[in-house]
């Protein structure tokens, strides 16, 4: 109880044996969160946060730890190294200096991001199964993240946080569609591959009052003849 309490997720009355909610654990409890991962999630929260740090943040949940989830093997630091060479954005935490490997957390990352960058690499190395219980928990807990960072919003009276709550939903749709921040609209249609939107780029559609673009979204394809 008192560390419900300590992690802001409940209120406990001194005087009366009332326990009230808070907005905190109504999100950890809809989304069925550990408590830790929404203490986490509002001490990380910062106005003007990035895609990268966002991921990062996510990534450092708690559910993470289970090794149900996503376990750390024996000799699978030297793998996650490799993986960090070509996936789009540093992991800047989940290092430990004193045994020379990474743990959960950035494996978490890792793999997350190399289903960001599918259209861009080969992603045979990752452990699909790993990867498929990290996304299907990391989806879920993006959008305990969305909600915290729509409370700090609201806290701060919307003074840079909007603008965190937008990452959070960016990331959300990311994670759910499978693409990078600068990836082309085309990819979020099913079984569009590079050589599919590269030329589809090099097609053009003309609007109403007769100008030319590229075709880069779907609403273009709607209107290709």
Not at 8 to 24: A, F, H, K, R, Y
Not at 25 to 32: K, R, V
Not at 157 to 182: A, D, R
Request: one cysteine or more; a negative charge; charged letters at 20%.
């Amino acid at each position: 109880m008192k560390d419900l309490h300590d992690s802001g997720c409940i209120d406990v009355s001194e005087t009366e044996d009332v326990v009230t909610p808070m907005n905190l654990g109504m999100i950890a409890t809809y989304y069925q969160a550990e408590y830790t991962t929404l203490e986490m999630f509002a001490s990380s929260v910062r106005p003007h946060l990035r895609i990268r740090e966002a991921l990062e943040v996510l990534c450092a949940a708690s559910e993470f730890e289970r090794s149900m989830i996503c376990k750390l093997r024996r000799g699978e630091s030297a793998l996650i190294r490799e993986q960090m060479k070509r996936i789009p954005m540093p992991v800047t935490s989940g290092y430990d200096t004193t045994t020379n490997t990474y743990d959960v957390h950035a494996k978490a990352n890792v793999l997350m991001q190399t289903y960001l960058n599918q259209h861009h690499q080969d992603t045979s190395t990752a452990s699909t199964v790993d990867r498929a219980k990290c996304l299907s928990v990391g989806v879920q807990l993006c959008k305990a993240l969305v909600d915290v960072a729509a409370q700090s919003n609201q806290q701060n009276n919307g003074v840079g946080s909007l603008t965190t709550t937008l990452v959070c939903c960016e990331l959300s749709q990311l994670l759910v569609q499978g693409m990078l921040p600068n990836d082309s609209l085309l990819y979020q249609i099913p079984h569009f591959t590079t050589a599919i939107v590269e030329q589809c780029h090099q097609q053009t559609v003309t609007d109403d009052e007769g100008n030319t673009s590229p075709v880069d979204s779907v609403l273009d394809i709607l209107d290709m003849e």
